[in-house]
């Protein structure tokens, strides 16, 4: 994705941004379809994995000067006992290898200076 164009989306001053989703041109994110499970004899049974480059993102933020956005992601455990763990991994990602970015609003249209539609 054109460096300028990420610039727009994140901004250049260094602010975290986000929710959404970073789409790159490789296979960055492994997702379990399923869950797991110990079935009968104590066996555990997987389930399948999909391998794909969207990485849903809690923050992310745009390093113009390096070129690359750094993308952060939570995830939430939550124990038998009730009590969460907080778990949050970094990805550093080339701006090369971005394919899109996926928003759930338009308010990203204003970023870009686009009005909604209609």
């Known amino acids: 994705m054109h460096p300028g164009l990420l610039g727009k989306l994140f901004g250049a001053d260094g602010r975290w941004n986000g929710p ?14 399923g869950s797991d ?6 066996m555990k ?5 999909l391998i794909t ?3 849903v993102a809690n923050h992310v933020r745009w390093l113009a ?3 690359s956005l750094l993308v952060v ?7 038998h ?6 778990n949050n991994t970094l990805y550093v990602v080339d701006a090369g290898h ?3 970015v996926e928003f759930g609003d338009l308010k990203a249209l204003a970023m870009l200076g686009v009005p909604e539609p209609a």
């Open 20 to 33: 959404c989703t970073v789409i790159l041109d490789a296979d960055a994110h492994v997702q379990a379809v």
């Open 37 to 42: 499970s110990i079935v009968q004899g104590g």
């Open 45 to 49: 049974s997987y389930a399948p994995r």
């Open 53 to 55: 480059g969207r990485i």
């Open 65 to 67: 000067e390096s070129g």
């Open 73 to 79: 992601q939570q995830h939430v455990i939550r124990q």
């Open 81 to 86: 006992s009730g009590e969460d763990i907080h």
């Open 98 to 100: 971005v394919a899109a």
